[in-house]
Every structure is written in structure tokens, then in C-alpha cells.
Antibody, heavy 118, light 105 residues
């Protein structure tokens, strides 16, 4: 079955960088796109960006351009999302989500809680 | 940027009642709209895609309608498991609405 398993919770200081991983299994990795979505505590869902798992091309939400980098390792079916220059507002649960053939998010990782605190 | 506005913010209903949730787009998104359900501590779950198609395993009491800028998610008869937050999402730039919480009255 399709699974997306994310790395564990992180605590970061303001100004630092974070890197969350998302390991996919149960399907042909390179046949799909993968997105990252975040959710601050008690808030809604915020789309961050998309990576083409075949070619590695990316599109980022304007809000995160210059601070976010999404990469993939096809040998391990793992996607990485790195966010730099962290501030308190970046504290959130970060999700990876696979886009189905229609472009919607049919499978999600379990989420990774990132705390930003000095 | 396409903005999605959901209403109401909170819907207070009893089990067995019908729930009607609205999502309005700032410009036409055709039929390229999805609905997700999220329960506390869980990742969202895809319910409806392309405005009216139920995702795999989604019960028939969930239905979606609309096109262009106005969309509706209907839950025909609320079951206890349906009390959750619902988000709409457009496929062009993948932004989400702010959510509607369906709570027990």
C-alpha cells in the first residue's frame, strides 16, 4: 500500500535551517508529483511547493521562494524539504502529500512538527 | 493569486442532519476543485476531486457540486465520524480555503 513516512519532530532556533524528509513506498516513485503543505497550530493548510519526482523540477509558493528547497533521491524514494532562515512563524506541522493523476493530494505523510524557539 | 473563501466558518449540527458547506473562488477554477476532511491530530483526507467525484473509499453521503467560482460540499446525513474540519482546494495553484469546522450541536 502507498505510504509516505516523514522524519521526526525538530526543534530549531530562529535563523537556523530545517530539513524534513518524506520516504515513499508502495508505488512507482517517479510517476508522481509530491507537494509540501504546512499547518500552524490551530490554523489552516498552507501550500508550500511541488516537486516533479521524475525530473526534479520544482515550483514554490511565492511566499517561500528564496527560503525553500525541495529535492528528491530516486535511489531511496525520498523527498526532502529544506527551509532556511527560520522564524517563529515557521513553527508548524509540515506534511508531504502525493498528487494523484488528477493533481489532487491522495496520500499524505503523518506530519512533522517543527518548533522554532530560542 | 486565486483565493478560496469558505463559509460558514463553523457549522453546528446534530448527527443525522444535512450539512452544506460552501467554497467560493476569486476567479473561475473550472471544475478543478477538491474537498478534504481533517480530524484533530491527523493529516487531511481527500474526499472529493474535480468538484464532484468521490475519492476512493469515500461514502456516498458525501457529494460535491459546482463549477466556475461556486462550489458546495454536502453531507447528506451526518455521522459521528463526520465532525471535523473541511477544506476546499483549487488545483491551479493548490491553495486552500480557510476551512469550515463541522461541530456537534
Amino acid at each position: 500500500q502507498v505510504q509516505l513516512v516523514q522524519s521526526g519532530a525538530e526543534v530549531k532556533k530562529p535563523g537556523a535551517s530545517m530539513k524534513v524528509s518524506c520516504e515513499a513506498s508502495g508505488y512507482i516513485f517517479t510517476n508522481y508529483y509530491l507537494h509540501w503543505v504546512r499547518q500552524a497550530s490551530g490554523q489552516g493548510l498552507e501550500w508550500m511547493g511541488i516537486i516533479n519526482l521524475r525530473g526534479g523540477s520544482t515550483t514554490y509558493a511565492q511566499k517561500f521562494q528564496g527560503r525553500v528547497t525541495m529535492t528528491r533521491d530516486t535511489s531511496t524514494s525520498t523527498v526532502y524539504m529544506e527551509l532556511s532562515s527560520l522564524r517563529s512563524e515557521d513553527a508548524a506541522v509540515y506534511y508531504c502529500a502525493r498528487a494523484n493523476l488528477q493533481g489532487y493530494f491522495d496520500y499524505w505523510g503523518q506530519g512533522t512538527l517543527v518548533t522554532v524557539s530560542s | 493569486e486565486i483565493m478560496l473563501t469558505q463559509s460558514p466558518a463553523t457549522l453546528s449540527l446534530s448527527p443525522g442532519e444535512r450539512a452544506t458547506l460552501s467554497c467560493r473562488a476569486s476567479q473561475s477554477v473550472g471544475s478543478y476543485l477538491a474537498w478534504y476532511q481533517q480530524k484533530p491530530g491527523q493529516a487531511p483526507r481527500l474526499l472529493i476531486y474535480d468538484a464532484s467525484n468521490r475519492a476512493t473509499g469515500i461514502p456516498a453521503r458525501f457529494s460535491g457540486s459546482g463549477s466556475g467560482t461556486d462550489f458546495t460540499l454536502t453531507i447528506s446525513s451526518l455521522e459521528p465520524a463526520d465532525f471535523a474540519v473541511y477544506y476546499c482546494q483549487q488545483r491551479s495553484t493548490w491553495t486552500f480555503g480557510q476551512g469550515t469546522k463541522v461541530e456537534i450541536k
